[in-house]
DNA sequence: GAAAAAGGTTAGCATCAGGCTAAGCATTTG
DNA sequence: CAAATGCTTAGCCTGATGCTAACCTTTTTC
């Protein structure tokens, strides 16, 4: 595994890509039991789901216009389900200190961590990380620095 | 847990799991939003995707029987909801050989798909892994191989 | 072999989420 | 000041889910 020539190196690469999905898919059971398991004990419907995952990703908080119009529903439409989401303590609304007709939509820590649990499926907890030995640890840093760094090479050159 | 030999590996062991999470939270923005993407395109209620999930996951077939008890309702319930998901398409219903009152229920290709789409919400996809370069997919592998061996350790103790 | 039990579906009913339009109230904008 | 904008409420409809009761078919039990 030292010297090779590059078709060489393209088939090792072909080889671990894909042996990195099957461990990846391998992993999955686990993760969708965990997945499920958050589905059950969580009370929202879909639809709440969906815009309670804007609200998290929103930092200045979201308005009704804006909701009503990305999700294709009407405004008074919006207004229940944010009813609803506020009801469930995931989320709240507040006064625009620039236009007072607006109000701001934000999730509540509750409701960022209703949402952030769904992803939360992973296997790479701290509790499990850390059992590894020291030289997988570095191999998996390495590993997950290079996989971020070409998302973000691929986001700048996508949009 | 801070001795004075191994304090070195500790250290360096803190930090990397540390980093790797902090890798693996900025992922999250691109995962939610592929989250998002998935559930927006997807037809099923919160409680028609909990039931496609033990599909996916029963190999054999789940009964109705089965499935009503383990999510607490009536079998009449339990068997409208599986009506919707045959009608979406995402399940199908085959007599059991060994009992001819019971029907098992399995997930379609489909309804594996869509439960799948769900959880490829993960960045380590085939396009993103073929552009790394070598060193770093042997790190990724050997790290993926450490979690899932420490995962398989975990649940052996853990039943 | 007949009675009881079990798996499943259907019918009938209730509730709730979410969609709409219309109307009404503030607040900006023109 | 009039028009537009943001939002909520009221009234209405549909679809998903829940229930019980009734019924059929197949196993089990006695």
Redesign the pocket.
């Known amino acids: 595994m030292r010297q090779e020539a590059p078709e060489q190196g393209e088939h090792e690469r072909e080889r671990l890509v894909h042996e990195i999905q099957e461990l990846n898919g391998a992993m999955e059971e686990a993760v969708m039991a965990s997945l499920l398991q958050n589905l059950l004990s969580m009370d929202l419907?879909?639809?709440?789901l969906r815009v309670l995952m804007v609200l998290v990703t929103t930092k200045e908080g979201a308005?009704?216009?804006g909701l009503s119009d990305s999700f294709g529903?009407?405004?008074?439409?919006?207004?229940?389900?944010?009813?609803?989401l506020v009801d469930h303590g995931v989320a709240v609304?507040t006064p625009d200190p620039r236009?007072?007709?607006?109000?701001r939509v934000h999730a509540t820590p509750l409701g960022a961590s209703v949402v952030r649990r769904l992803m939360v499926a992973r296997p790479f907890r701290g509790d499990i990380l850390m059992r590894l030995p020291l030289a997988d640890l570095r191999a998996l840093e390495q590993g997950f620095r290079a996989v971020s760094r070409q998302i973000s090479l691929l986001e700048q050159a996508g949009d």
């Open positions: 419907t879909i639809q709440q308005t009704g216009r529903v009407s405004m008074a439409s919006m207004s229940g389900v944010l009813d609803r609304r236009d007072q007709r607006v109000r």
